[in-house]
């Protein structure tokens, strides 16, 4: 299989690995000085540096607009981000966000008026939400700027990352059958 490197479009510098034909785009979703903000690179680094086939890994902030660009033509995302819902921080959260309203109190506060949420409910109105998209995460403690990623978050991380391998694993055997069956009929 072809290896491509490629720079990272909100975090110049920042190169992760990717495939040709990526069939699962990964979205870690975050800000490496905002403490438990960081969560969602942190998974998706972790995720980009194993060796699994068919996956595409970008970070991103959380801006809204950048976010639906990201998505544009891919129909399965996973989207990796802390939740701030008001649960116990550490808590780990996952939504099937095609099927699931989101709400924008289940995010960190962020510096973005349109973040993950409203692009969210924005593409679903305008027809343009992938055909599967997941959130994960884990209930944040603190976020504020200069703090590491806090204990209760951090020890959840490695649970997170195999939940989301998995969750991969399934998707890629959903699409064989899939495209199996159209080989059939």
């Known amino acids: 299989m072809h290896h491509a490197l490629r720079e990272v479009g909100d975090y110049p510098g920042q190169v992760m690995e990717t495939r040709d034909c990526p069939h699962v785009l990964i979205i870690g979703i975050g800000n490496e000085s905002r403490g438990d903000d960081a969560l969602g690179l942190h998974v998706a680094r972790t995720l980009a540096g194993m060796d699994i086939s068919g996956i595409e890994v970008v970070e991103r902030d959380g801006e809204g607009t950048s976010l639906i660009e990201t998505w544009r033509g891919h129909d399965c995302v996973l989207l990796i981000d802390a939740f701030s819902s008001g649960s116990a921080p550490g808590m780990v ?8 309203q989101i709400h924008s109190e289940q995010f960190r506060s962020s510096s973005h008026t349109f973040g993950v949420a409203q692009a969210i409910e924005l593409s679903r109105r305008l027809n343009l939400l992938p055909s599967r998209l997941f959130i994960y995460g884990v209930e944040g403690k603190s976020f504020k700027i200069g ?29 064989l059958h899939h495209l199996h069956r159209r080989e059939i009929y």
Do not use: M, N, Y
Not at 93 to 100: G, K, Q, R, Y
């Open 93 to 100: 959260h996952s939504v099937d966000a095609t099927i699931t």
């Open 147 to 175: 703090a590491d990623i806090s204990r209760p978050v951090r020890d959840r991380i490695p649970g997170l990352v195999e939940t989301i391998v998995l969750q991969i694993s399934e998707l890629h055997l959903e699409l």
